[in-house]
């Protein structure tokens, strides 16, 4: 199982923090882009939240891009994009 954490605007919007995903749900390749398609299945709140240029990914605390390959029992955080100051 995926560990899926939501932050900030997306966890506030979405209404929940956190959901768990069989990794066999996400196909023969699970990547950061399956899921987000999967996820995006939840309605259109869902998808319009997790495109890529709305929310940006980590696995296991580093910085991922839709091509990486998930494994059960990774941990995957979305959260929107942030500037610094």
């Known amino acids: 199982m995926l560990s899926i954490l939501f932050f ?3 966890r506030e919007r979405l209404k929940t923090d956190q959901l768990s995903v069989d990794l066999t749900t996400l196909g ?3 990547t950061v882009q399956a899921l987000r398609v999967h ?3 939840s309605g ?10 709305n929310c ?3 696995v296991n605390q ?6 990486t390959v998930l494994t059960s029992h990774d941990e995957v955080a979305l959260f929107p994009p942030v500037t610094g100051g």
């Open 62 to 67: 580093t910085m991922a891009t839709d091509e």
């Open 39 to 41: 996820l995006a299945k």
């Open 56 to 58: 940006l990914v980590a």
């Open 44 to 53: 259109e709140l869902w998808q319009e939240l997790l495109n890529s240029g």
């Open 28 to 30: 023969n390749k699970p």
């Open 8 to 10: 900030g605007q997306l």
